[in-house]
């Protein structure tokens, strides 16, 4: 059983109870209460949420979880209290698997857990996460991102995403695909996608130019000159370009380059399409033009966000599953093929005294194991130390 503890505080945004429904359906669809979940605050009791529903909550204490996430608030003025940061502080050092969804990420920056980190909040926020915290690496158009144990999400249904990709990372891809047929959700929505569609960024506001936009999106492959923007406005050429820039703040080619650069992307992303064939049906003509149009908006040309997108899909069907605390895959090098952790480990307080032994004789981020049950084993082989900083 893992058990996951979602921190609260009044006003915390509702959001983070639907992403609960992830877990609860996943252990309806393994037929085993395989997820625990408990909500946690400072003093227990009742809390209310940003939509006025109040949850039973447990205090603060040494209870051990296999998962931590923190949601955000819907107050601008909300400060965490050194009560609460104390306790993320002590859970860091014994939980696998820490998350924040959409703003609760300013939550673990203040309490210091994301220096050095690759992480993503709600876009409205993610310049003043970066200016609040220079040592955090923020990623403001990723729908999530995970760095070893540090999982972050952006803005309101990013939290679906999230806590999805982690029954994906513990269970499998099967499981987690019945999960979101079953929720009617996306199984896994394109990791590096614009968490706003070019169109919602642009708001045009008469019918009109979101007709020329709609027919736009439609023919992308198609040379799309402001002529036949226009009629499918049914308005002149001049009528149409005074108007869609009244309404936009943008001119008509700056608009539709936006619209393929997002079309280009999803389709990158998606990585079965060569880079060719993506710049033809979204109408850059030649690769060497969606080049430029990419390094221009992303600051990266297309094989490179390719390579990034894979790494990122790499990274989140290595991470470890199972339930151990204090387990970091970067913590241990295992020199035989790397077996996948099923279930809880026999002597779980042995193992986590050892853990503590460790940490403290060698410092925080290092621990040695002498023997971690595998699926299919009994042992593990050869584990090593990892000593270089950038694993701590």
């Known amino acids: 059983m893992q058990r996951i503890g979602v921190v609260?505080?009044?006003?915390?945004?509702?959001?983070?109870?639907?992403?609960?429904?992830?877990?609860?359906?996943?252990?309806?669809?393994l037929g085993e209460h395989r997820y625990d979940v408990h909500f946690l605050s400072e003093n227990g009791g009742t809390v209310r949420t940003s939509a006025g529903l109040v949850v039973e909550t447990e205090p603060f204490?040494?209870?051990?979880?296999?998962?931590?996430?923190?949601?955000?608030?819907?107050?601008?003025?909300?400060?965490?209290?050194?009560?609460?940061?104390?306790?993320?502080?002590?859970?860091?050092?014994?939980?696998?698997?820490?998350?924040?969804?959409c703003v609760g990420t300013f939550t673990l920056a203040e309490a210091g857990l994301l220096d050095g980190k690759r992480v993503t909040t709600h876009w409205d926020y993610a310049r003043e996460l970066q200016r609040r915290y220079p040592k955090v690496k923020v990623q403001e158009d990723r729908i999530f991102v995970i760095d070893r144990s540090i999982w972050t999400s952006a803005g309101m249904t990013a939290?679906?995403?999230?806590?999805?990709?982690?029954?994906?990372?513990?269970?499998?891809?099967?499981?987690?695909?019945?999960?979101?047929?079953?929720?009617?959700?996306?199984?896994?929505?394109?990791?590096?996608?614009?968490?706003?569609?070019?169109?919602?960024?642009?708001?045009?506001?008469?019918?009109?130019?979101?007709?020329?936009?709609?027919?736009?999106?439609?023919?992308?492959?198609?040379?799309?000159?402001?002529?036949?923007?226009?009629?499918?406005?049914?308005?002149?050429?001049?009528?149409?370009?005074?108007?869609?820039?009244?309404?936009?703040?943008?001119?008509?080619?700056?608009?539709?380059?936006?619209?393929?650069?997002?079309?280009?992307?999803?389709?990158?992303?998606?990585?079965?399409?060569?880079?060719?064939s993506i710049a033809w049906q979204t109408g850059f003509a030649d690769r060497e033009r969606m080049r430029r149009a990419f390094v221009r908006a992303f600051g990266l040309p297309p094989q490179a966000m390719r390579r990034q997108t894979r790494r990122e899909a790499q990274l989140l069907h290595d991470i470890p599953s199972g339930s151990l605390p204090a387990l970091r895959d970067a913590d241990l090098v295992v020199t035989q093929q790397p077996a996948t952790l099923q279930g809880d480990a026999p002597s779980f307080r042995e193992f986590l005294a050892e853990h503590r032994q460790s940490a403290s004789r060698l410092g925080p981020g290092h621990f040695v194991l002498q023997h971690i049950p595998m699926f299919g084993e009994d042992t593990v082989g050869k584990t090593h130390l990892r000593s270089d900083p950038i694993f701590r």
């Not at 609260?8 to 669809?29: Q, R």
């Not at 047929?181 to 968490?195: D, E, F, T």
Request: contains cysteine; hydrophobic residues 45%; glycine residues 4%.
């Open 8 to 29: 609260t505080f009044p006003g915390f945004h509702v959001m983070s109870l639907a992403a609960m429904s992830i877990f609860e359906v996943a252990n309806s669809e």
């Open 61 to 101: 204490d040494d209870s051990l979880f296999d998962t931590l996430i923190v949601g955000g608030s819907t107050e601008q003025s909300f400060r965490p209290s050194e009560g609460m940061l104390a306790f993320l502080r002590k859970v860091s050092e014994t939980c696998r698997r820490m998350a924040a969804t």
């Open 159 to 276: 939290t679906m995403d999230l806590a999805l990709a982690m029954v994906e990372s513990d269970i499998g891809p099967e499981i987690a695909s019945a999960v979101a047929k079953k929720m009617v959700i996306h199984h896994r929505r394109a990791g590096g996608q614009s968490q706003f569609s070019a169109l919602l960024q642009l708001e045009p506001k008469s019918d009109r130019i979101q007709t020329a936009l709609a027919f736009a999106r439609k023919n992308l492959h198609t040379e799309l000159t402001v002529e036949k923007l226009a009629d499918a406005a049914h308005l002149s050429p001049r009528q149409f370009t005074r108007a869609f820039a009244a309404e936009t703040g943008e001119s008509p080619a700056k608009a539709i380059e936006k619209l393929r650069l997002e079309a280009a992307r999803l389709m990158l992303e998606d990585s079965r399409h060569p880079i060719e």
